[in-house]
């Protein structure tokens, strides 16, 4: 009796263990049926769960999807643009699932985050950017590309929202064909060069009005250092001639005062 009630703890513990199962906080569950024959019940789905969750093994399942952001870094893909110059998008997603349309992505795919990623997201990715692209010259793209990415972003966010994908994050690395970068990088060069020789240009017109800045200064200078010598050229001869009439009139003078002597409005005076 004994060991009956031992192998019956056992066959009871054993039935506990397999029917029952664990669902993340961060993660959401679906108990659904394996196999159901009323068309009304939708996909089979029972209810969502979380936690410790009790399920019939032989008749029933349990999916279990993460809620929280998932990344993906896809490989590299080629898009045509309007003038079907062929560009590189390197694109990374981040995303979570939401909680409440979880049990129409089950119905709808019945497949891991994974399996989804690689498949249904993907999809959408290349068409976001295929139907961009289409829109946009090369020319326009790479002088625009946060319009464009922006444009993308929108176009996906659209497509995966309705599904029950919710963006977060999306970044990507848009590689031009190496044509339309050398003639890019060819075009650079030019307005750099361009840009240099007119800084050159500017640097001489400065040099240049420094220099006659300068020359005009010397020349104010020598102007002002010429009238100066001139005028004191001027009142030098002049006293030089007053002093040379004095001179010749005492070297002449036989030493007699004049007997009569009167200036321009002085008469004449008698002198003795």
């Not at 650079?188 to 007119?198: I, T």
């Not at 420094?210 to 020349?219: D, L, P, R, T």
């Not at 001139?230 to 001179?247: G, I, P």
């Amino acid at each position: 009796m004994k060991r009956i009630r031992i192998a019956f703890f056992v066959l009871l513990t054993a039935c506990m263990l397999t029917n029952c199962t664990t669902i993340d906080s961060g993660s959401v569950g679906i108990r659904f049926l394996k196999w159901s024959s009323n068309e009304e019940t939708h996909g089979g789905v029972i209810e969502t769960c979380k936690g410790w969750v009790w399920y019939n093994p032989i008749t029933q399942s349990i999916f279990e999807y993460p809620t929280y952001v998932q990344r993906k870094n896809y490989e590299a893909f080629a898009v045509n643009a309007k003038d079907a110059s062929t560009f590189t998008m390197d694109p990374t997603i981040a995303y979570r699932l939401d909680p409440d349309k979880a049990i129409d992505v089950f119905v709808k795919y019945r497949r891991s985050l994974p399996e989804i990623e690689n498949g249904y997201i993907r999809t959408c990715i290349y068409e976001a950017y295929r139907t961009c692209a289409n829109q946009y010259t090369s020319d326009y793209l790479m002088a625009n590309r946060g319009e464009f990415e922006a444009e993308v972003r929108k176009r996906l966010e659209q497509s995966l929202s309705g599904e029950g994908f919710i963006v977060e994050e999306f970044t990507s690395q848009i590689t031009p064909p190496e044509s339309l970068a050398a003639a890019i990088n060819a075009k650079n060069e030019a307005v750099q060069n361009a840009l240099k020789a007119e800084n050159k240009v500017k640097e001489a017109e400065a040099e240049a009005k420094i220099e006659i800045a300068k020359a005009e200064g010397e020349a104010k200078a020598l102007k002002i250092k010429g009238d100066g010598e001139a005028y004191y050229n001027r009142v030098v001869a002049m006293s030089l001639n007053q002093l040379l009439v004095d001179q010749y009139a005492i070297e002449k003078w036989d030493g007699k005062l004049p007997e009569y002597y009167g200036g321009e409005k002085m008469p004449f005076i008698k002198m003795k």
